[in-house]
T-cell receptor
Framework: DADVTQTPRNRITKTGKRIMLECSQTKGHDRMYWYRQDPGLGLRLIYYSFDVKDINKGEISDGYSVSRQAQAKFSLSLESAIPNQTALYFCATSDVRQNYGYTFGSGTRLTVV | AQSVTQLGSHVSVSEGALVLLRCNYSSSVPPYLFWYVQYPNQGLQLLLK??????LVKGINGFEAEFKKSETSFHLTKPSAHMSDAAEYFCAVSWRGNTPLVFGKGTRLSVIA
């Protein structure tokens, strides 16, 4: 099994729908992150969590929310999806043992129509 | 604001030629520096990282990078390009592990036979 698992891998949803992207990890890392990738824009931070009781907004948190259900699980929700949220979403984890380098999931490709 | 600049969104080299991908960062404190690679339809994989110590770091697949504090740079090089190096490359910076990684916009490397 992968160290960082994202589900679903691909999703097409309609404008206005609520959708949840899930991330789970077996690394035992305290820190988890959600980024979105758009062509030409690189990866931009949506939310991050340094432990179960810690949630922080990133650069582009509007229209998104997160839940850290356990050390191993970090979910991203789009409350009311809109077409410009069409992107590739990555979950990542890190801790001090890696000098804070990340382990990434395989990504979720989300299309909002 | 902290930032990472990758010069050149697309770099094209001939097979066997030198690969040079440029990365500059802005920081008032010593950074942790990373290069990630993303192959088509895949997640991001760590190529190499600099945290402390030797400023020339070697990574996987024959890549290396040199941290130059005076130039605030961390350019990625490989002496001889291979077709399998075609991918997108991201430079990323963390400020001593206290903040999430900030990514550059990426450089797409094409290798011509």
């Amino acid at each position: 099994d992968a160290d960082v698992t994202q589900t679903p891998r691909n999703r097409i949803t309609k404008t206005g729908k609520r959708i949840m992207l899930e991330c789970s990890q077996t690394k035992g890392h305290d820190r988890m992150y959600w980024y979105r990738q758009d062509p030409g824009l690189g990866l931009r931070l949506i939310y991050y969590s340094f432990d179960v009781k810690d949630i922080n907004k990133g650069e582009i948190s509007d229209g998104y929310s997160v839940s850290r259900q356990a050390q191993a699980k970090f979910s991203l929700s789009l409350e009311s999806a809109i077409p410009n949220q069409t992107a590739l979403y990555f979950c990542a984890t890190s801790d001090v043992r890696q000098n804070y380098g990340y382990t990434f999931g395989s990504g979720t490709r989300l299309t909002v129509v | 604001a902290q930032s990472v600049t990758q010069l050149g969104s697309h770099v094209s080299v001939s097979e066997g030629a030198l690969v040079l991908l440029r990365c500059n960062y802005s920081s008032s404190v010593p950074p942790y520096l990373f290069w990630y690679v993303q192959y088509p339809n895949q997640g991001l994989q760590l190529l190499l990282k600099y945290t402390t110590g030797a400023t020339l770091v070697k990574g996987i697949n024959g890549f290396e990078a040199e941290f130059k504090k005076s130039e605030t740079s961390f350019h990625l090089t490989k002496p001889s390009a291979h077709m399998s190096d075609a991918a997108e490359y991201f430079c990323a910076v963390s400020w001593r592990g206290n903040t999430p990684l900030v990514f550059g916009k990426g450089t797409r490397l094409s290798v011509i036979a």
